[in-house]
């Protein structure tokens, strides 16, 4: 065949004495319009994160937000649950006779241990929030309310963790001056699991600090 517009012969070998049978050409194939071939140019090989220009470079940070808040979900909910918990009994020379050691006795760790409770959940309520941003990355209000709660969760929780800091310090060195005694080497699991709490919300301040440049820059007519 030299095109695909001919017609195309079939030979029938039949006793009657038929001659051969033509068959109709194919349809050509519609060709695409110039619309869908122009959309099919620009989406073509563009993940969906990067479409639209600013749009999409806001779209992506809106993602990032989303992966950090879960990230800083982890920490927070470690370090509130870890201190929640904490509680050692030293028993000296009788049962009768015991030393312990909790979290409620000291008011800083009973502050701690909400504040990083309430990170938590303010974490797990900006989900929808941080979605709708990825859905809609023009919507500024959305925006700038994750600022102000993120804003706000960085000093309560920079709050708590730098004042328990102070305590698990003087828990670990004691102060001689002031004839306070370390206890960390009585009470090893209490300090070890206080002490792990503060490095774990000290890392959520950090993922927190992230999310107010995500949120800021995306507030921002142009990208940052």
Same mark, same amino acid.
Request: proline share 6%; hydrophobic share 50%.
């Given at each position: 065949? @030299?095109?695909?517009?001919?017609?195309?012969?079939?030979?029938?070998?039949?006793?009657?004495?038929?001659?051969?049978?033509?068959?109709?050409?194919?349809? /050509?194939?519609?060709?695409?319009?110039?619309?869908?071939?122009?959309?099919?140019?620009?989406?073509?090989?563009?993940?969906?994160?990067?479409?639209?220009?600013?749009?999409?470079?806001?779209?992506?940070?809106?993602?990032?937000?989303?992966?950090?808040?879960?990230?800083?979900?982890?920490?927070?909910?470690?370090?509130?649950?870890?201190?929640?918990?904490?509680?050692?009994?030293?028993?000296?020379?009788?049962?009768?006779?015991?030393?312990?050691?909790?979290?409620?006795?000291?008011?800083?760790?009973?502050?701690?241990?909400?504040?990083?409770?309430?990170?938590?959940?303010?974490?797990?309520?900006?989900?929808?929030?941080? !979605?709708?941003? !990825? !859905?809609?990355?023009?919507?500024?209000?959305?925006?700038?309310?994750?600022?102000?709660?993120?804003?706000?969760?960085?000093?309560?929780?920079?709050?708590?963790?730098?004042?328990?800091?102070? !305590?698990?310090?003087?828990?670990?060195?004691?102060?001689?001056?002031?004839?306070?005694?370390?206890?960390?080497?009585?009470?090893?699991?209490?300090?070890?699991?206080?002490?792990? @709490?503060?490095?774990?919300?000290?890392?959520?301040?950090?993922?927190?600090?992230?999310?107010?440049?995500?949120?800021?820059?995306?507030?921002?007519?142009? /990208?940052?």
């Amino acid at each position: 065949m @030299s095109s695909t517009n001919e017609a195309t012969v079939i030979h029938v070998d039949d006793a009657t004495g038929k001659g051969p049978v033509t068959a109709a050409p194919p349809p /050509p194939a519609a060709a695409p319009t110039a619309p869908v071939q122009q959309q099919q140019r620009k989406s073509g090989g563009v993940p969906f994160l990067l479409r639209g220009g600013a749009d999409g470079f806001r779209r992506c940070m809106a993602f990032v937000d989303l992966l950090l808040r879960v990230v800083a979900f982890g920490p927070t909910l470690a370090a509130a649950i870890a201190t929640a918990t904490s509680n050692e009994t030293l028993s000296v020379f009788t049962e009768h006779f015991q030393f312990r050691a909790r979290f409620d006795d000291f008011p800083t760790f009973t502050f701690f241990v909400a504040a990083n409770a309430i990170a938590a959940g303010y974490l797990v309520l900006s989900l929808p929030f941080s !979605i709708v941003g !990825i !859905i809609r990355p023009k919507a500024t209000v959305v925006r700038l309310l994750l600022l102000i709660g993120d804003t706000v969760m960085v000093v309560l929780v920079t709050a708590a963790a730098s004042a328990a800091a102070a !305590i698990v310090y003087v828990a670990h060195e004691g102060n001689m001056r002031a004839n306070w005694v370390p206890i960390c080497m009585n009470f090893h699991g209490f300090c070890e699991r206080t002490s792990g @709490s503060v490095v774990a919300s000290f890392l959520a301040v950090l993922v927190f600090i992230l999310l107010v440049l995500l949120s800021a820059c995306a507030i921002r007519r142009r /990208p940052c």
